[in-house]
């Protein structure tokens, strides 16, 4: 589970450690001291099989490299990087003495993530949760009343057009086909190219009949290198190609106003969801719900889902989400008009916007604060990586958005730790020019 521990040379003698070297007084160096790492060595222990194999990257450079990766929305890559040059980055993961080497390659964090799958991430959500508790940022009183909305997480993939996903398709079946050591009679990838070059050429230029022939011609190729796979790997096929397969034959039958359509080939889960907007009429990825509580707007709860479900359908699995994470469970919770008819039977109390008649005084500002997780969903997109997901499959999506939920709660516990500085800032400004005015005054009131 823990990585062996080196012997101290003598060189680290005289060295100076980071806690000396830092100021204290940083927002990450007090959030450091604050979590609890040892809840994540207990909780992710049983992932690890001592005296086996490799051993294990430390614990806590893991999760503190995840925090840090969602809440300053850098990528594997480059937030290795980051950590490379940032001595509170160091500190934060928990090293003594500054670092001139990686810690660790990109590409553990996608096999890390990977280990501890959905269960994992929740831990790590609830342990910023927990820790703005323990410092008395989130009280109780504050998850009494939660806002709750949807939106959509993006997959990371180019817009779907058929005549696209024809020569994505026949790309990869050909591949495939040369790693089985599979002889086709004919690849088409010269007039696969310009076939696709030419339909967006006729597309562009509003030439929708010679478009729409093109794209015919790419449907014609892919569907003659799957008969032609078909009949040759009757018996032996495998795995991997046979997916293959599967996804071109669904490619191939998809009509136009057919439901669960493919708009992927390599992320087939994807879902086309219509939100309304002006500026961008579908989406591709999965939906997604945010609970924050009305006060002070932490994140309490983020799920992703998928098969494009009714808001009002999310509305109980998002509720249970906010009493595991918080231990209390929420008395009200305030939503817009998609979730009318949502049938939630539990002991929370659902509010619908919009709703004129018998309300009072109170209930009409608190509706009116629902509002508030609006901009929220804003800051998760723009500053969080809920924008685009990157992560592979169903699970990749879930991982994504409880890691957006956890990076936007430590960078609401970094601001917490930055207004005192602020404050104290500002005080000793005011002194200052107090002092400069007093100065200023007294000396031309003597002349």
């Given at each position: 589970m823990h990585a062996k521990k080196r012997e101290q040379s003598q060189e680290e003698l005289f060295k100076s450690r980071l806690d000396q070297m830092l100021d204290p007084r940083?927002?990450?160096?007090?959030?450091?001291?604050?979590?609890?790492?040892?809840?994540?060595?207990?909780?992710?222990?049983?992932?690890?099989?001592?005296?086996?194999g490799r051993p294990g990257k430390p614990i806590r450079v893991l999760v503190g490299l995840h925090y840090l990766k969602n809440a300053y929305d850098e990528?594997?890559?480059?937030?290795?990087?980051?950590?490379?040059?940032?001595?509170?980055?160091?500190?934060?993961?928990?090293?003594?003495?500054?670092?001139?080497?990686?810690?660790?390659?990109?590409?553990?964090?996608?096999?890390?993530?990977?280990?501890?799958?959905?269960?994992?991430?929740?831990?790590?959500?609830?342990?910023?949760?927990?820790?703005?508790?323990?410092?008395?940022?989130?009280?109780?009183?504050?998850?009494n009343k939660v806002n709750i909305d949807t939106t959509?997480?993006?997959?990371?993939?180019?817009?779907?057009?058929?005549?696209?996903?024809?020569?994505?398709?026949?790309?990869?079946?050909?591949k495939a086909a040369a790693e089985q050591g599979i002889e086709l009679r004919q690849s088409y990838r010269r007039l696969g190219k310009k076939a696709l070059v030419m339909q967006g050429r006729y597309a562009h230029a509003k030439q929708m009949?010679?478009?729409?022939?093109?794209?015919?011609k790419l449907k014609n190729y892919l569907g003659r290198i799957t008969r032609e796979l078909r009949r040759k790997t009757d018996t032996t096929l495998?795995?991997?190609?046979?997916?293959?397969?599967?996804?071109?034959?669904?490619?191939?039958?998809?009509?136009?106003?057919?439901?669960?359509?493919?708009?992927?080939?390599?992320?087939?889960?994807?879902?086309?969801i219509a939100k309304g907007k002006a500026h961008k009429r579908y989406e591709f990825g999965c939906k997604v719900s945010v609970a924050s509580t009305s006060r002070d707007n932490w994140i309490v709860g983020i799920q992703a889902h998928h098969g494009n479900p009714y808001?009002?359908?999310?509305?109980?699995?998002?509720?249970?989400?906010?009493?595991?994470?918080?231990?209390?469970?929420?008395?009200?919770?305030?939503?817009?008009?998609?979730?009318?008819?949502?049938?939630?039977?539990?002991?929370?109390?659902v509010h619908i916007a919009g709703t004129k008649r018998r309300v009072s005084r109170s209930l009409r500002k608190w509706l009116k604060r629902r509002c508030a997780i609006e901009p929220i969903i804003g800051h998760l997109k723009s500053d969080g990586r809920l924008d685009r997901n990157y992560l592979k499959g169903e699970i990749g999506d879930k991982i994504?958005?409880?890691?957006?939920?956890?990076?936007?709660n430590i960078r609401k516990l970094i601001a917490a730790f930055l207004r005192p500085l602020s404050f104290r800032r500002k005080l000793t400004q005011i002194i200052k020019y107090y002092w400069h005015f007093r100065d200023y005054s007294l000396k031309y009131s003597s002349q």
């Open positions: 940083h927002p990450l160096f007090r959030l450091a001291n604050a979590i609890d790492w040892e809840y994540f060595k207990k909780e992710f222990g049983r992932y690890y099989t001592e005296n086996k990528s594997d890559e480059s937030c290795v990087e980051r950590f490379l040059e940032n001595p509170y980055w160091q500190y934060f993961c928990g090293f003594e003495y500054f670092q001139h080497e990686f810690p660790l390659e990109p590409t553990t964090l996608v096999k890390w993530r990977q280990r501890i799958g959905e269960e994992g991430m929740e831990q790590l959500f609830y342990q910023t949760l927990a820790t703005a508790q323990k410092l008395g940022l989130l009280r109780t009183s504050h998850l959509v997480q993006e997959k990371a993939i180019a817009f779907p057009t058929d005549a696209r996903l024809y020569y994505k398709m026949r790309v990869k079946l050909v009949k010679r478009a729409r022939k093109e794209t015919k495998s795995p991997a190609l046979d997916e293959l397969l599967c996804l071109s034959e669904r490619l191939l039958k998809q009509q136009r106003k057919d439901k669960n359509k493919l708009y992927s080939c390599h992320a087939p889960e994807v879902e086309c808001d009002g359908h999310t509305l109980t699995g998002v509720l249970s989400q906010v009493k595991r994470m918080t231990g209390s469970a929420a008395k009200e919770a305030y939503c817009d008009r998609g979730y009318r008819g949502h049938g939630h039977d539990g002991e929370t109390v994504n958005a409880l890691l957006c939920g956890s990076g936007a």
